[in-house]
């Protein structure tokens, strides 16, 4: 059974850091992996997909990395800013395609 | 807007009463996922369905049923027999295929049992 962990589980930092947020999986037999992003009491906003096939994707500040063998994703944001606090989250699709496993999240606030 | 919608965004349960939350998607996704999220947790899926008229259990598939009448729609039933159904309810839809496109969400809706 498929086991997503994401480490830290809180992360505050001050305005202007570069951070990354640590994503682990259990299975590498996967198809690809998301992140995810989500406020308070507001539902998922996709941020980044990497395909199985893929090492990396960027989107603004935002660059997601992909080690499938070793069962790990990162997630980097530079020159954080207060509107980036949120609760992170990442899921992986496995082989079967009928399903996406999700992290427990790692909650980021960003202070001025 | 192409998109998920869910509805209601809040909705409060007495004890023993079936309620339906709606989920309705117009982005011609061919799957379609229901997750509970409690606090501080991640999500655990409830039921999906990849087809019309199919859908496979999940993790936590006890004191809830679901249909898939049309490909648009995938709304969730909680029963009188799921004991703790206070939670935020996310759905979820994406297309299925050798690549698998993202998965996206809907709002959520927060069931409340009074």
């Known amino acids: 059974k498929q086991e997503v962990t994401q480490i830290p589980a809180a992360l505050s930092v001050p305005e202007g850091e570069n951070l990354v947020l640590n994503c682990s999986f259990t299975?590498?037999?996967?198809?690809?992996l998301q992140w995810f992003r989500q406020d308070p009491g507001k539902g998922l906003t996709s941020l980044l997909l990497?395909?199985?096939?893929?090492r990396e994707q960027t989107s603004g500040r935002l660059n997601a990395s992909l080690d499938k063998s070793s069962g790990r994703s990162t997630l980097y944001i530079a020159a954080s800013q207060p509107g980036d606090s949120a609760t992170y989250l990442c899921a992986v699709r496995g082989t079967s395609g009928s399903r996406l496993t999700f992290g427990e999240g790692t909650q980021l606030t960003v202070n001025p | 807007d192409g998109g998920i919608t869910q509805s209601p965004k809040y909705l409060f349960r007495k004890e023993g009463q079936n309620v339906t939350l709606s989920c309705e998607q117009n982005?011609?996704?061919?799957?379609m996922y229901w997750y509970r999220q409690d606090p501080g947790q991640g999500l655990r899926l409830i039921y999906y369905?990849?087809?019309?008229?199919?859908?496979q259990k999940g993790d936590i598939a006890e004191g809830y049923s679901v249909s898939r009448e049309k490909k648009e729609s995938f709304p969730l039933t909680v029963t009188s027999a799921q004991k703790n159904p206070t939670a935020f309810y996310l759905c979820?839809?994406?297309?299925?295929?050798?690549?698998?496109?993202?998965?996206?969400f809907g709002q959520g809706t927060r069931l409340t049992v009074v």
């Open positions: 369905s990849q087809i019309v008229n199919d859908f």
């Open positions: 982005l011609n996704h061919d799957a």
């Open positions: 979820a839809s994406s297309n299925k295929g050798v690549s698998h496109t993202e998965a996206f």
């Open positions: 990497i395909q199985s096939s893929q």
């Open positions: 299975d590498s037999a996967i198809y690809n």
